[in-house]
């Protein structure tokens, strides 16, 4: 029985020791292993009613309070007015060595180094501060080593600030001397990219939101995290990165990864005026005359065979709706590819010119068809396309079998929308790169936009081919279309106007 007991208790004492000296490998928990930064503040304050420590507090917060995540500050404050004050400060004067001429009130002795007077203690405490962090940070890297500096910087395509900020990393030295550091040492510096357009990255950045408490007004990109610190915006990135980085900040900077838990917000989240936005263009696109003819074409012909129109009718409205979703879903990823700087600024250079055709090509359209001259409208498709349609919906239609009349009606209506993509699908780019400023990333936010869209694009195909089932007569169907041709035009030059202001702004 004594054995067992020996045995058991042996067992606990082990378990004990396991769990007290086993390393924490979790890279978040290094923001909290904190070192330690003595400070020692002197003053002379005969007033009782004057509150020294207080304003001091105020003014060290001010200076270094956001530099303060990863140390812990032992502060002391003594008023030399008293003789246990006074006393003490003749003794840190003959510790620290302050020579007669530094010794005035007030001081501040922090760690190994002084500052002697308001003035220094006002211009160089941000300095001294962190410069001591940044002792703390070697400390902790294992002598031999190379002192390493990782950078974790985040960005989005199609980004001025995120273009420049490139620019910033892609100049920086290899190693950059540790100004703390008396025996000479350099960091080495390495840079870790993620582009929040990819979904694993999008969740990525929230993490590090997460762990370095990141405000939500400061919760954008261009973004870097070095040490226990984040720089945001451009300015804040070109201003004080090199300088984090002598400081040895970057030293602790932890690596995080999505492996252990799912990004609750990586769930869709629309926001209203998008929504609205995507819906109506969407909507306007449907109105176009180039898809609008070819459903017309294709249910006169059903018409003349005496087949149900509504059955076929919604087959090929469901064929286009896929078609354009899948479209817009690849669209959408090769956007995203397009990563380097000259590429992004060739595709906004060419959408920019694009629309500026289009916009006056709509324009001219609408004085054409106002004075009824439809031979001279433009924005329609080629002979060639419209002849290539043509023929396939023939090809199609020509069945007698009522089920492959009806898989041929789905079919067709995806062929329809690839070979009309010209004529309609402007607006549909336009809209593309609108949700890609967005959502960042192809996510359920991303598709659901594309969605959205699709449904509105064929609800005047729904609507029309419904009209037609419920006995209304295609060519006046088509002769209403041809009287609303103008307003159709000039909405879709305001559309282009709209979307060309906004890349010239935001891109």
Wanted: glycine share 6%; aromatic share 14%; proline share 3%.
């Amino acid at each position: 029985m004594e054995k067992k007991r020996i045995k058991y208790a042996v067992f606990l004492i082990a378990v004990f020791l396991t769990i007290v000296f086993i390393p924490n490998t979790d890279p978040a928990k290094a923001l909290e292993q904190k070192g330690q930064i003595d400070i020692v503040y002197f003053y002379d304050n005969p007033c009782a009613a004057c509150d020294e420590e207080g304003k001091f507090i105020e003014l060290f917060n001010s200076i270094v309070g956001e530099y303060k995540k990863g140390v812990e500050i032992h502060l002391s404050m003594h008023n030399v007015f008293h003789e246990s004050g006074w006393n003490l400060l003749q003794q840190y004067y003959e510790e620290f060595g302050v020579p007669e001429d530094r010794q005035t009130v007030p001081i501040l002795f922090i760690n190994n180094e002084y500052l002697s007077g308001s003035t220094a203690i006002q211009e160089e405490l941000k300095d001294v501060f962190l410069r001591e962090k940044g002792k703390i940070a070697i400390d902790e890297v294992d002598s031999g080593d190379d002192i390493q500096t990782t950078i974790v910087y985040f960005y989005v395509t199609a980004c001025k600030e995120c273009e420049e900020v490139a620019k910033i990393l892609d100049t920086l030295e290899e190693r950059y001397p540790l100004e703390f550091d008396d025996e000479g040492n350099y960091t080495y510096v390495e840079v870790k990219k993620f582009n929040i357009g990819e979904a694993e990255n999008l969740q990525l950045v929230r993490k590090y939101f997460e762990v370095f408490d990141v405000p939500e007004k400061e919760q954008s990109v261009p973004i870097i995290f070095v040490g226990d610190i984040y720089l945001s915006g451009l300015e804040a990135i070109r201003q004080e990165l090199v300088q984090r980085i002598k400081a040895g900040e970057g030293i602790r900077t932890p690596v995080l990864s999505t492996e252990e838990s799912a990004d609750p917000r990586s769930s869709v989240s629309l926001e209203g005026y998008n929504v609205v936005g995507v819906l109506l263009t969407g909507l306007v696109n449907g109105l176009n005359p180039c898809s609008l003819s070819m459903l017309l074409f294709f249910l006169s012909l059903l018409l003349a065979k005496g087949t149900n129109i509504l059955k076929m009718g919604f087959a090929f409205c469901f064929g286009k709706f896929l078609a354009y979703l899948l479209l817009g879903s690849l669209l959408f990823n090769v956007f995203l590819k397009l990563q380097v700087s000259w590429v992004s600024a060739i595709v906004k250079g060419i959408i920019l010119i694009i629309a500026f055709i289009i916009i006056v090509m709509n324009l001219r359209d609408y004085f054409a068809a106002k004075k009824e001259k439809y031979d001279k409208i433009r924005m329609q498709l080629p002979t060639v396309l419209r002849k290539y349609n043509h023929k396939w919906i023939k090809k199609f239609t020509s069945t007698e079998n009522a089920r492959m009349l009806l898989i041929g009606s789905f079919s067709l209506g995806m062929i329809i929308s690839a070979g009309e993509f010209l004529c309609t699908g402007q607006i549909y780019l336009a809209t593309i790169v609108y949700v890609l400023r967005s959502s960042p990333a192809f996510n359920l936010q991303a598709f659901a936009y594309f969605i959205l869209y699709t449904l509105a694009f064929i609800i005047p195909l729904l609507v029309i081919t419904i009209i037609i089932y419920k006995g209304k007569e295609v060519f006046d169907v088509s002769e209403l279309i041809r009287e609303r041709m103008p307003i159709i035009k000039l909405i879709n030059a305001a559309l282009f106007f709209i979307f060309g202001l906004a890349v010239l702004i935001w891109f």
